[in-house]
């Protein structure tokens, strides 16, 4: 059964069985994911304004809106992508723990240990391609095929940059995990 979203992790956020040559790393990580989930929330307000003028400009005014739809993607992009690593910090995302409840502890830890790394391996290639995206955006100037024309190295940048974080914050977590199974009275000190 899943027990809902606790906000007790949001006061700490770190492991304490972060090894110590980890530590400032992973303070770092703390702070940019806060400062990214500011961002994201302003990014949402952005576009939630962006969309409501899209709306009064199309119906009330008559007025032509080629730049909202995607003034306001972009700005979904970049709240979705650098906010993944603040939720991943708080163990926010969605995980079955039905199979948890059916394994023993020591079976269920090695299972954890594994998710962990499969999701380390894909965020990581993810994010390599991510930023082989916006360098070829970047390099080749591209742009969208709308008539406002944004270039596309804006999104493709923000979702490396949230991907980035995304895979440092699961190494982090993933050096903690393994950290407690191989020395579970230790931790950073």
């Keep these: 059964m899943s027990h809902g979203f606790e906000l007790k992790p949001a006061v700490g956020g770190i492991d304490p069985h972060t090894p110590a040559v980890l530590m400032p790393v992973a303070r770092l990580l703390q702070w940019i994911n806060h400062a990214m989930v500011v961002l994201g929330m302003l990014a949402l307000l952005v576009a939630s304004c962006v969309l409501t003028y899209s709306v009064v400009s199309r119906y009330v005014m008559k007025a032509s809106t080629d730049w909202q739809d995607e003034a306001a993607v972009f700005c979904l992009v970049g709240a979705t992508f ?75 940048g923000l979702m490396a940059a949230g991907m980035t974080l995304l895979t440092l914050q699961l190494l982090v977590q993933l050096t903690a995990r393994l950290n407690s199974l191989f020395n579970p009275q230790g931790g950073a000190r």
């Excluded at 082989?132 to 944004?150: D, K, N, V």
């Design 82 to 156: 650098l906010c993944g690593a603040f939720v991943q910090q708080l163990r926010g995302h969605v995980g079955i723990e039905a199979v948890a409840g059916l394994l023993p502890r020591a079976l269920n830890q090695l299972r954890l240990m594994l998710v962990d790394l499969l999701c380390t391996a894909f965020c990581g290639f993810f994010a390599w391609k991510s930023w082989t995206l916006f360098h070829e955006a970047w390099a080749e100037g591209q742009t969208t095929s709308s008539s406002w024309a944004p270039p596309l190295w804006i999104p493709y």
